[in-house]
């Protein structure tokens, strides 16, 4: 496959790493090569299975606009921007293109996510989530803490989970999940080692979107990849 990564950043250059170690051609553009998507043109996306977005959440609107429309394909790992969603889910439809977006492209977080749906169902606890990231975290709360809160709540209908958020140093992510009740406490947590986790997520989820078009949830989809 060839792909085409946008963003330079810590997890932008690992998905690149991957997915030259996984055989791919890859082409890499920054934010100065692409503002306002301008460099997202049909002649630039000849020959280009795939999109991967790791950018923020402003760029990542402009990008996933321009590669839609011209019914192009991009698995999306940038958060913030899900006030768009519908938008980009009718676009997607409309030109028969691909979307497969996510919080967070680690495997062993959507476990974590399953986990915390079964620890969700206790009754009589009360429920909290505290993240940990980097300081160049733009977000917070991260996206995917705000799933877990969105896990908790849905479970918990009548109750508000609170998030706590951290950045610290060059922290790669940590999540944790707790349930205090009047007799214990149960805690569930994911730490991050590394970013090679999201970036392998990542590309296997492009490998997955390549011969697809619509739009998917990896929530919903990572038991295939």
Do not use: C
């Not at 690149?16 to 890499?28: D, F, I, L, N, P």
């Not at 492209?105 to 429920?127: M, N």
């Not at 991050?192 to 997520?201: E, M, P, V, Y």
């Amino acid at each position: 496959m060839l792909l085409l990564v946008l963003g330079k950043g810590k997890t932008g250059s690992l998905v690149t790493q991957v997915a030259r170690e996984r055989g791919h051609g890859v082409r890499v553009l920054d934010a100065r090569e692409n503002h306002h998507a301008s460099a997202i043109t049909g002649p630039a996306l000849a020959g280009i299975d795939v999109v991967i977005d790791f950018t923020t959440a402003e760029a990542a609107v402009a990008n996933m606009r321009a590669v839609l429309a011209l019914g192009g394909r991009i698995v999306v790992g940038t958060t913030g921007w899900y006030a768009q969603l519908d938008e980009m889910k009718a676009l997607a439809i409309r030109r028969q293109a691909g979307l497969l977006y996510g919080a967070n492209f680690s495997i062993g977080v959507q476990k974590f996510f399953r986990l915390t749906a079964e620890l969700a169902k206790l009754e009589g606890y009360q429920f909290a989530i505290a993240e940990t990231h980097h300081l160049s975290k733009l977000d917070a709360p991260s996206g995917t803490a705000i799933t877990l809160k969105q896990i908790v709540e849905a479970a918990q209908p009548n109750r508000t989970v609170e998030i706590t958020s951290h950045r610290i140093g060059d922290a790669n992510g940590e999540h944790i999940v707790t349930a205090t009740g009047p007799d214990d406490t149960l805690e569930i947590r994911h730490d991050a080692q590394n970013r090679r986790g999201f970036a392998l997520g990542a590309v296997r989820a492009a490998e997955w979107l390549a011969h697809r078009s619509g739009v998917y949830d990896v929530r919903e989809i990572f038991d295939q990849l």
